[in-house]
C-alpha cells in the first residue's frame, strides 16, 4: 500500500517562504512521477506542480517563478519550496501519486498566508 506523508505547513506572511515535504512509502518512488495539489474550502483540488521520474517538473500558471518542486530519490521524499507567498496560495497542500495500483493521496498540510 503506497502511504505519503506531508509536512511543513504552517502560518505565514505574505511574501515569505515555507517548504512542504512528502514523504512516500510503498511504492517504488523513482519510478513514478509525483504531484503537489492543494484546495480551498468550497473550491476544487487544484494541480500545483508535477515532477517526473527524470525530474522534469510543471507548474500551475499562478505558482510560476515562485514554487520549485524537486525530488530525493534516496529518501523517497518530494518537496515543495514556496517562495513569495501570497494570500491566494492559503490553501490545505496534498502530495499525490500514481502507479497500477491507484491513486494514492497524503492528508495534506495546510498553508495560511496571513499578516
Known amino acids: 500500500q503506497v502511504h505519503l506523508v506531508e509536512s511543513g505547513g504552517g502560518l505565514v506572511q505574505p511574501g515569505g517562504s515555507l517548504r512542504l515535504s512528502c514523504a512516500v512509502s510503498?511504492?517504488?518512488?523513482?519510478?513514478?512521477?509525483v504531484n503537489w495539489y492543494r484546495q480551498t474550502p468550497g473550491k476544487q483540488r487544484e494541480l500545483v506542480a508535477t515532477?517526473?521520474?527524470?525530474?522534469?517538473?510543471n507548474y500551475a500558471d499562478s505558482v510560476k517563478g515562485r514554487f520549485t518542486i524537486s525530488r530525493d530519490n534516496v529518501w523517497n521524499r518530494t518537496y515543495l519550496q514556496m517562495n513569495n507567498l501570497k494570500p491566494e496560495d492559503a490553501a490545505v497542500y496534498y502530495c499525490?501519486?500514481?502507479?497500477?495500483?491507484?491513486?494514492?493521496w497524503g492528508r495534506g498540510t495546510q498553508v495560511t498566508v496571513s499578516s
Open positions: 510503498g511504492a517504488n518512488f523513482r519510478l513514478h512521477a
Open positions: 515532477i517526473d521520474s527524470s525530474s522534469i517538473s
Open positions: 499525490n501519486l500514481r502507479n497500477s495500483g491507484g491513486d494514492f
